[in-house]
């Protein structure tokens, strides 16, 4: 889900960043909406894809007979979670084609501090166990993304437009050949490459 989500946030951050010194500052609105309503339609799809899946998955990360009902109560929650998750890593990114290090920051400590607030609440006050922990992770991706949504509308001139953006970036028959080789195909170049081998990783620390 962060590998989904640098696609858009660190991709779409590169390309914004160029767009604004050319002064196009409405196609780089068009590049930032599409960024983020983007981001929230991938999570949905990944979601979708992770809960049909769900039982090799969690198999191919080594959970077994014995930890299998906990690993499922989490993921689950987490999965359900996936559009917010994958869409809270695009704000903090581009936060920062616009100099708004501070708002970046600042969403990314706000999901950090309720995720540790309400870790406790839902595991041990509520009793939920696991999925009290992902449930706490979701709202703390939640938390993010609202106050980036905050900044967006009240302290950003360029970012987070309406969808009807979108269309400075696709225009009225397509996508402009233009942005076929850009950031984002670097990083979703990237991301696959590192997404690759991240499934095995526990496979092979407990191996």
Known sequence: MIAMGDIFGIGGSS????????????????ISSFCFWGSLGAGAVLGILLLLF????????????????????????IVWGAPLIVASVVPLNLLRTEGLVKAAVAGSVLGSVINIILDPVFIFWLDMGAAG????????????VLLSVWFFLFRSRLLFHPPRYVQAVFGGTGPDPGYRDT?????????????SYQPFSPSLWNG
């Open 15 to 30: 390309l914004i960043s160029r767009l604004l010194g050319q002064g196009q500052d409405r196609k780089a609105k068009g």
């Open 54 to 77: 769900q039982t090799p998955i969690l198999t191919l990360l080594v959970a077994d007979s014995s930890t299998m009902k906990y690993a499922a109560e989490y993921y689950q929650y």
């Open 183 to 195: 950031g984002f195909c670097d990083q979703f170049y990237a991301e696959c490459e590192h997404s």
């Open 133 to 144: 922990a992902a449930i706490a992770t979701v709202l703390g991706n939640a938390g993010s």
